[in-house]
C-alpha cells in the first residue's frame, strides 16, 4: 500500500513542491517534474505526450532531473494523487478522507476496509484503470486517444 497525504509525498512520484509563491493571485503552488512527473501530469490532464511545460526552476537529481515545471491547485492533490499511484503501478486507487491510497498487487484483499475503519472513514471511491488505460473508448469511431 502507499499513500499520498500531502505534496511532499509525491516528490517520490516525480512532482516536486517549490514555493506558493509564484502565483500572482496566491492560489496557485510551483512545481518542478521529473519525466515521470510530466507523464502523470499530461495522463491527469489528457495532453499529449510532448506536451511542452514551463522550463524547469530546478536541476533535479542526476537520476532524476527536473525537465518540466507546472502550477497546480491545492486542490488538485488528490486528483494528481490518483494518476500518480495509478501509473506507478497500483491497480487501483481510493480516496479516504484526506489521504489518497494506493493499493498495490501483493496487498491482502482486506486493506481497503482496514483503512477506512482505522481512519473513520464511511465510504471510500475507488479509482482503476480500464481496458484503455485513462480513457473511455468512443462508441461511434472506436477511437481512444
Same mark, same amino acid.
Given at each position: 500500500?502507499?499513500?499520498?497525504?500531502?505534496?511532499?509525498? @509525491?516528490?517520490?512520484? &516525480?512532482?516536486?513542491? $517549490?514555493?506558493?509563491?509564484? !502565483?500572482?493571485?496566491?492560489?496557485? =503552488?510551483?512545481?518542478? +517534474?521529473?519525466?515521470?512527473?510530466?507523464?502523470?501530469?499530461?495522463?491527469?490532464?489528457?495532453?499529449?505526450?510532448?506536451?511542452?511545460?514551463?522550463?524547469?526552476?530546478?536541476?533535479?537529481?542526476?537520476?532524476?532531473?527536473?525537465?518540466?515545471?507546472?502550477?497546480?491547485?491545492?486542490?488538485? @492533490?488528490?486528483?494528481? &494523487?490518483?494518476?500518480? $499511484?495509478?501509473?506507478?503501478? !497500483?491497480?487501483?486507487?481510493?480516496? =479516504?478522507?484526506?489521504? +489518497?491510497?494506493?493499493?498495490?498487487?501483493?496487498?491482502?484483499?482486506?486493506?481497503?476496509?482496514?483503512?477506512?475503519?482505522?481512519?473513520?472513514?464511511?465510504?471510500?471511491?475507488?479509482?482503476?484503470?480500464?481496458?484503455?488505460?485513462?480513457?473511455?473508448?468512443?462508441?461511434?469511431?472506436?477511437?481512444?486517444?
Amino acid at each position: 500500500m502507499k499513500t499520498i497525504n500531502n505534496w511532499r509525498d @509525491l516528490e517520490e512520484f &516525480g512532482i516536486v513542491l $517549490l514555493t506558493g509563491e509564484a !502565483c500572482g493571485l496566491s492560489w496557485r =503552488l510551483l512545481c518542478d +517534474v521529473t519525466e515521470q512527473g510530466a507523464a502523470t501530469f499530461r495522463k491527469c490532464f489528457g495532453l499529449p505526450r510532448d506536451a511542452k511545460l514551463g522550463e524547469p526552476w530546478n536541476r533535479g537529481s542526476a537520476e532524476h532531473p527536473h525537465i518540466g515545471s507546472v502550477m497546480v491547485t491545492q486542490e488538485m @492533490l488528490p486528483v494528481l &494523487g490518483v494518476f500518480a $499511484l495509478l501509473e506507478a503501478g !497500483c491497480p487501483e486507487v481510493h480516496l =479516504l478522507g484526506g489521504s +489518497v491510497v494506493g493499493i498495490e498487487p501483493d496487498d491482502p484483499p482486506d486493506t481497503v476496509e482496514l483503512m477506512r475503519r482505522a481512519r473513520h472513514v464511511e465510504h471510500s471511491r475507488r479509482f482503476s484503470y480500464g481496458p484503455h488505460g485513462g480513457r473511455n473508448q468512443h462508441q461511434m469511431s472506436g477511437r481512444v486517444e
